[in-house]
């Protein structure tokens, strides 16, 4: 019998990168403000959805148990007119995989989805989410960029660039209480440039009866 051994990956200013889902969990550790699953797409799937029109791109907003996402997101791609085909099963198998993955990760019993199309600069500032925390995948587009602020109001000196396709979970300012990693986040400013960008949300919600 071949045992699977795990090596924890390394950590760059309080973000763990890493080539499995395995080491997500690692969210919860004290020295760690952010993890990234780093994945590469396949080639077909990836241009597949940068070819497609932005108006054929699923969007949503709704809270709802982490077992009901792909039904959501399947109706999602249905008022979009997102193609039929394998590429958008793909697509929605990953978002349902994901949540399960992240409620999983937070013991959630709800999610907060957020599928965005985004054209312009949104969050352009470096900040912090009031939330506990955040998984963000970036399936078309440039992906969220982060790093780390001295004072926690400066810009960073060094931007990483989540790469496109791979899920970053980050801690908000509702998480318990713990050392500040100086860690901040930003969507990449893009107006004007004319890309297009695709964007999945997962927030945890402990009561869907007190959310707005």
């Known amino acids: 019998m071949t045992v699977q051994r ?3 990956p390394a950590s760059t200013h309080g973000v763990v990168s890493t080539p499995s889902p395995h080491w997500m969990r690692d ?19 990836q241009t597949w959805i940068d070819g497609l029109s932005p108006a054929r791109l699923p969007k949503a907003r709704v809270i709802l148990r982490p077992a009901a996402i792909r039904d959501a997101v399947t109706a999602a791609c249905d008022n979009a007119g997102t193609p039929e085909g394998p590429e958008r099963r793909r ?11 992240f409620s999983d990760v937070m013991d959630a019993r709800w999610l907060r989805l957020r ?21 963000v995948c970036t399936y078309r587009g440039t992906g969220t960029q982060y790093g780390t602020s001295e004072t926690g109001d400066d810009e960073p000196q060094t931007i990483h660039t989540v790469p496109t396709g791979s899920p970053l979970v980050m801690l908000g300012t509702l998480w318990h209480v713990r050392p500040d ?10 107006e004007g440039g004319g890309e297009t960008r695709l964007l999945l949300v997962l927030d945890p919600v402990d009561d869907p009866h007190e959310e707005v």
């Open 27 to 45: 969210i919860r550790a004290s020295e760690v403000g952010g993890v990234v699953w780093d994945r590469e797409p396949l080639a077909s799937f």
């Open 91 to 101: 697509l929605i198998d990953d978002f349902g995989a994901l949540a399960d993955i």
């Open 115 to 135: 599928l965005d199309v985004v054209t312009g600069n949104a969050c352009r500032r470096f900040h912090v989410d009031r939330i506990t925390a955040r998984l």
């Open 181 to 190: 990693q100086g860690l901040r986040h930003r969507s990449p400013p893009i």
């Open 6 to 8: 795990f090596v924890r």
